[in-house]
């Protein structure tokens, strides 16, 4: 059974595997990167991304330690980034993991199950492009009920992505759901 990491350097080792797993095939861009909500408007400042050529998919790891949430910003988009000062790159899924213990109030969540790496996220997607059919087609397509221990309770959860780390075709798996989310907001 899948158990939600809430030990701090556990979740470490597993972001530290994400970012591995991407920065290896990509190429380093500063740019600016859409909003992430009232408490740090992050539109206004440039990024560290990275872009893989491979997969045409750009994507940014930045902590947010200083904010309530604690947690990583963890973005994807789809297409080389752009770094013109006045271009902000449009996100296409967040992926945001807690830096420590149980935060519902991210979607994204790592587990471990027989000592590998998951990468879960929550929730539905959403974007103001979307209406209920995309909504349902995107959860249709993705949506998985899985039996996860979280804290001290075991429980069947929802969630729309749900890869190995460990595996070598997580880059790939996560790549194509990227690019499903982009092509179902943009159509």
Request: glycine letters at 6%; a negative charge; aromatic letters at 10%.
């Amino acid at each position: 059974m899948l158990v939600i990491l809430e030990d701090e350097k556990e979740i470490e080792k597993a972001q530290e595997l994400l970012e591995d797993v991407w920065l290896k095939e990509s190429k380093k861009f500063m740019g600016k990167i859409g909003h992430h909500g009232v408490e740090r408007d992050v539109s206004k400042e440039k990024h560290e991304m990275h872009y893989s050529e491979k997969y045409d998919v750009w994507f940014c790891f930045d902590s947010f330690t200083g904010s309530k949430e604690q947690n990583v910003w963890d973005v994807f988009g789809v297409g080389i980034p752009k770094e013109k000062e006045s271009q902000s790159n449009n996100i296409t899924i967040e992926i945001n993991t807690p830096i420590k213990g149980i935060n519902r109030r991210v979607q994204g969540v790592f587990a471990k199950e027989d000592d590998k790496f998951y990468l879960l996220r929550r929730g539905h997607i959403t974007s103001s492009k979307m209406n209920k059919e995309k909504r349902r087609e995107l959860t249709e397509k993705y949506s998985k009920s899985i039996p996860i221990k979280e804290g001290n309770e075991t429980s069947v959860q929802d969630f729309v992505f749900y890869e190995c780390i460990d595996s070598l075709d997580f880059p790939d798996k996560l790549a194509n759901f990227i690019k499903d989310v982009s092509k179902i907001k943009n159509s």
